[in-house]
């Protein structure tokens, strides 16, 4: 078990995000978080990365408790994410974007930078190699002075991947990867998905692709209105019910309208 | 022949221009974190004071001075830069130039030690005293054909710019680093950034104390060269100068800050015979800049430019030798 969370709740001033959800994912697998909008897929990420702290309940990763620590110390730990709509810092360019994602894992301050001692000189050839390396995987290779806002949506994309990929995470966050995405891409993106968990990275998603969660999630949590409706394999969500209700509408809603 | 051609005025210009690239490059290391810190006319005056009352009062070396100037302007950066990290864009602006406003202020109300509103005169000067270290070895600028005051001006002009060009490099190889990584990446996405793992306040508190640390150290030379300071010196107008530089220079890069503090000193010296219309002029390039070019005349695109532009005189040159060669 990576990561564990045990009956979240949050309340925006009198408005409740989130009920008493609790799930937890499996070291390996690929966990699909799916709901309608406004079910708290995002609020969930957040709580996650601590953008926010839960109004109660605990998150627990590897063993360890981490509610209350600081965004940064988040990806330390082996938490990395990417947003619903992409943030990339536009104006550098590829490579530098993913070594800005490998800043949890360089330590070089400000005396060994501008001194340039070997130690900083190996960490950047090092980061570099990385960038390198991430950069092939997800099919941006040759990309290197290229400048983010440049790319297209596509690969815009896939560099959030590769950008969070370089904190060497454990757990990789991905919030609506194919939001956007033609067929094409999104195939690529399932591949790429892939890659990164026989990388040995453990994967939660949040996606509206049912198609691609169908086919990528090994289990999956539904939620709707903050609560968590079903969990399972991706069969028994096709065939629940209630999860079917939710997406489609009950019968006895037709009737009231 | 030297003598001929060193100004004593010109050569007071370059050296105020080099000091004011120390200033440029105060704003634009706090900018590059996206910070907008109004307070450098403030530590300039922090950095200026400490170091003339220490040199005047306690026999202090002079450039012993100028590094407690740094220091005090430093730490105090630190203790306004922490509570002021809530601050965003134009309200850090606000509380930075009230900040500086605060100071000059204090100065002119703490009689006692600064002298007031009149200010403090005789300063040790950095040109007369390396002077004197020098006339004292045996020296005498008559051979090689230099006045007095020429050569004081050129001591101080030589030892600003050996600063300068140390300060630059300084700042080149941390913007290189995962350092000057992080301050860009505060930058353009405070959110993405700190999910990337960087430790926001750690690096925004790093690049005002840096940004607050320069501009006291350019007070304290100020001081040093102008032998003369007072709270006028260090008012927000001179606030405004400075960040005049990085507008207009650019702030995305550090030789648009370098460039604007350049451009920015000569310009009204060399608008001189249009008298009071200077300021009119200044104004209109200022108006015509924003309209046109908002982010500055040298961007990443200039310098890309200049580096092509070498490029190909570098290979130009390199075919000639080949055919002399041949």
């Known amino acids: ?111 060994k930078s501008v001194l340039r001692t070997k130690s900083q000189r190996n960490e950047e050839t090092k980061l570099r190699g990385i960038a390198r390396d991430l950069m092939e995987l997800v099919g941006l290779s040759n990309y290197d002075e290229v400048i983010a806002e440049n790319l297209s949506y596509g690969q815009q994309r896939r560099l959030e991947i590769a950008r969070a990929m370089a904190s060497n995470p454990k757990l990789l966050l991905l919030d609506e990867p194919a939001a956007g995405m033609n067929e094409t891409e999104t195939e690529s993106l399932f591949d790429l998905i892939k890659k990164v968990q026989a990388r040995g990275v453990t994967v939660l998603i949040i996606e509206h692709d049912m198609p691609l969660v169908m086919k990528l999630c090994d289990r999956i949590t539904v939620l709707n209105f903050g609560k968590k409706l079903a969990e399972g394999t991706p069969e028994e969500i096709q065939n629940n019910q209630t999860v079917i209700e939710a997406y489609l509408g009950s019968e006895e809603d037709d009737d009231i309208a | 022949m030297l003598g001929e051609l060193l100004n004593p005025y010109q050569l007071q210009i370059i050296c105020f221009i080099l000091i004011n690239i120390i200033l440029g490059l105060s704003i634009y290391v706090t900018l590059s974190s996206g910070q907008l810190s109004l307070g450098s006319a403030g530590f300039m005056g922090i950095g200026a004071y400490t170091s003339a009352l220490l040199t005047i009062n306690f026999d202090v070396p002079i450039f012993i001075g100028v590094i407690a100037g740094a220091l005090a302007a430093g730490i105090l950066g630190l203790i306004v830069g922490i509570p002021s990290l809530r601050l965003q864009g134009v309200y850090l602006a606000i509380a930075t130039l009230g900040f500086g406003e605060v100071i000059r202020v204090f100065f002119v109300n703490w009689e006692s030690v600064t002298k007031g509103a009149i200010g403090i005169s005789g300063i040790p000067n950095i040109g007369r005293e390396l002077f004197a270290t020098f006339r004292d070895a045996g020296f005498d600028p008559d051979m090689i054909g230099l006045k007095n005051n020429q050569f004081v001006y050129l001591l101080v002009l030589i030892i600003l710019l050996i600063i300068n060009i140390l300060l630059i490099w300084f700042f080149i190889r941390q913007n290189k680093s995962r350092v000057g990584r992080a301050f860009a990446a505060i930058k353009m996405d405070e959110k993405a950034a700190e999910a990337m793992g960087i430790n926001i306040t750690y690096y925004k508190v790093l690049s005002f104390t840096q940004g607050a640390v320069l501009a006291g150290f350019a007070g304290g030379l100020f001081a040093h060269v102008m032998s003369y300071i007072s709270p006028a010196d260090f008012a927000y107008n001179r606030a405004i100068d400075i960040l005049i530089f990085a507008i207009f220079g650019g702030s995305e890069v550090i030789w648009g800050a370098v460039f604007g503090a350049v451009f920015m000193t000569i310009l009204p010296e060399a608008l001189r015979f249009i ?52």
Not at chain 2, 286 to 309: E, H, S
């Open chain 2, 275 to 326: 008298s009071e219309y200077r300021y009119m002029i200044y104004g209109i390039i200022l108006i015509i800049l924003m309209a046109y070019r908002p982010q500055g005349i040298i961007d990443i695109n200039v310098l890309n430019w200049f580096k092509k532009f070498k490029k190909q005189k570098g290979g130009a040159v390199h075919d000639s030798g080949d055919q002399k060669h041949n």
């Open chain 1, 1 to 111: 078990m990576i990561l564990e969370i045990k009956n979240i709740t949050k309340n925006f001033g009198g408005i409740s995000a989130l009920t008493d959800v609790s799930f937890s994912i499996n070291k390996g697998e690929i966990f699909g978080l799916i709901g309608p909008n406004g079910a708290g897929k995002t609020t969930m990420f957040n709580m996650i990365t601590n953008m926010f702290a839960p109004t109660s309940g605990e998150i627990i990763f590897d063993g360890e408790q981490i509610t209350g620590i600081k965004p940064y110390q988040i990806t330390d730990k082996g938490i990395c994410r990417t947003f619903q709509n992409i943030r990339l810092f536009p104006q550098m360019n590829v490579l530098e974007n993913i070594m800005v994602g490998g800043h949890s894992r360089t330590h070089s301050g400000v005396l």
